[in-house]
């Protein structure tokens, strides 16, 4: 196996031009400003709301840089262009916070469209999808708490479970693997008992529904246990996506503006350490269990690869996927993939002013104060020094 170096930014950018990597560095040195960030954040909300054209701002920077197009078509160009380097890529419907029912029925519609798609393309090996895209927030609330429903929640609730067994049984014909994306902790366990269900009726002869575990949240080790074990017994094939969780903040502003137990783990070296465990038992699971390891994380991504030679599973098994988001962490996706590790990126599309919310949190996820930035920066100076070293 060849050894994997996540320094190495020439393969890191090998799809990148020169210009690419300009732009890619003026657009992360200014997020790198949190100021820039602090005002521009509101100033586009305001805009937005008001319905005042930002697609001229919004468009041709971070939106290029983060997102893959305004529709599935768009977004062709880049899939390919991403494949030349052997990796793959899942689209992401990314238009979030509708409610009525018929935004509800367009995304069904865009989503059945995107499953096909994927379906039909060697390219794209997983479709995905947003689950609140898909129900009412107070029924998936109530669902998942401890009040009795009454009648009308428990038929938005039936509601929600026909439109996910929809796309969970298109995604079994088209054979193609489908993941359920997970919010926020207050909605998820009507999420989980659902997807649950839906494995247990489409994961007989593989995995084809995937379910996301959050490992911000203190509870989900005992969780994926449990889910493992009920997979073993009733005999079907869990697909295990993992995340840290990106909603910390308001999950923990919630938990203390209402007076529950915070659901967030205590301290970051306790969402690394039930991470990094559950890449670890589900590889000691993985007879029955496959892994997406959804992280823009060095240890993580070098750990399962670390994980698998003990385990003696090979690089390219198509039970463990590797996954970055589009236009981040370049350099974990393509030195992975060059060591023949399965990798896809998660590229999002929609409306501009539909993924704004999406775009908001990679922002502010790379401005300096959470760190991000330094590293993606440094990475990009590195190449560019490279290359210009290399002319002379
Ligand atoms: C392919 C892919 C798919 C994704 N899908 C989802 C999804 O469905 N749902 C979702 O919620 N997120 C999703 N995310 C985002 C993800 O949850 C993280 O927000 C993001 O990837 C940063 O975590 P990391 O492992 O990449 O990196 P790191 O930068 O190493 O970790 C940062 C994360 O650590 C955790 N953390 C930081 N500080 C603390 C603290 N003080 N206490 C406890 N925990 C802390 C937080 O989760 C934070 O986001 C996805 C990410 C990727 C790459």
Redesign the pocket.
């Known amino acids: 196996m060849k050894e994997i170096n996540f320094e190495d930014t020439k393969t890191a950018f090998r799809i990148k031009s020169n210009r690419d990597l300009r732009r890619a560095y003026i657009l992360f040195k200014l997020i790198s400003y949190p100021i820039l960030v602090k005002i521009g954040n509101p100033v586009i909300h305001v805009f937005s709301a008001l319905r005042i054209p930002i697609g001229w701002i919004v468009k041709p920077t971070a939106f290029k840089h983060f997102v893959g197009g305004e529709t599935l078509e768009d977004c062709q160009p880049a899939v390919e262009k991403i494949k030349t380097a052997n990796v793959y890529s899942?689209l992401d419907y990314s238009v979030e916070g509708k409610e009525t029912e018929k935004a509800i029925n367009a995304a069904l519609e865009e989503t059945l469209h995107a499953v096909k798609n994927a379906g039909s393309n060697p390219d794209i090996p997983f479709a995905v999808f947003?689950p609140t895209a898909f129900g009412s927030h107070k029924a998936l609330e109530v669902l998942s708490g401890n009040t009795t429903p009454d009648e009308s929640i428990i038929e938005e609730g039936e509601k929600f479970r026909k439109r996910i067994d929809t796309l969970c049984k298109t995604a079994f014909e088209n054979d193609v693997p489908i993941?359920i994306?997970?919010?926020d902790t207050y909605i998820q366990h009507f999420i989980d008992k659902v997807v649950i269900e839906m494995m247990q009726q489409y994961n007989r002869e593989k995995c084809i529904v995937f379910n996301?575990y959050?490992?911000?949240r203190h509870d989900r080790i005992a969780i994926l246990e449990a889910d493992i074990k009920k997979a073993r017994e009733e005999k079907f094939f869990l697909g295990a996506?993992f995340?840290?969780?990106?909603?910390?903040e308001r999950e923990r502003a919630r938990a203390a503006k209402m007076g529950y137990e915070d659901p967030?783990?205590?301290?970051?070296e306790?969402?690394?350490r039930d991470?990094n465990l559950a890449l670890k038992i589900s590889m000691e699971n993985l007879d029955v269990v496959s892994i997406?390891n959804?992280?823009?994380?060095e240890?993580?991504s070098m750990y399962l690869t670390e994980l698998m030679a003990e385990h003696g599973v090979d690089p390219a098994d198509n039970r463990i996927w590797f996954?970055?988001?589009y236009g981040?962490?370049e350099h974990i996706s393509y030195n992975l993939s060059d060591a023949g590790f399965n990798v896809?990126k998660?590229v999002p599309y929609g409306p501009v002013r539909f993924v704004l919310p999406y775009l908001m949190r990679r922002v502010e996820?790379n401005t300096s104060v959470?760190?991000?930035t330094g590293r993606e920066l440094a990475l990009i100076k590195k190449e560019r020094q490279r290359r210009k070293a290399n002319e002379s």
């Open positions: 899942i947003k993941m994306d997970a919010e996301t959050q490992m911000y996506k995340v840290r969780g990106a909603y910390m967030i783990q205590p301290d970051r306790s969402t690394d991470y997406f959804g992280t823009h994380n240890y993580s996954s970055q988001l981040m962490s896809a998660y996820e959470k760190g991000q």
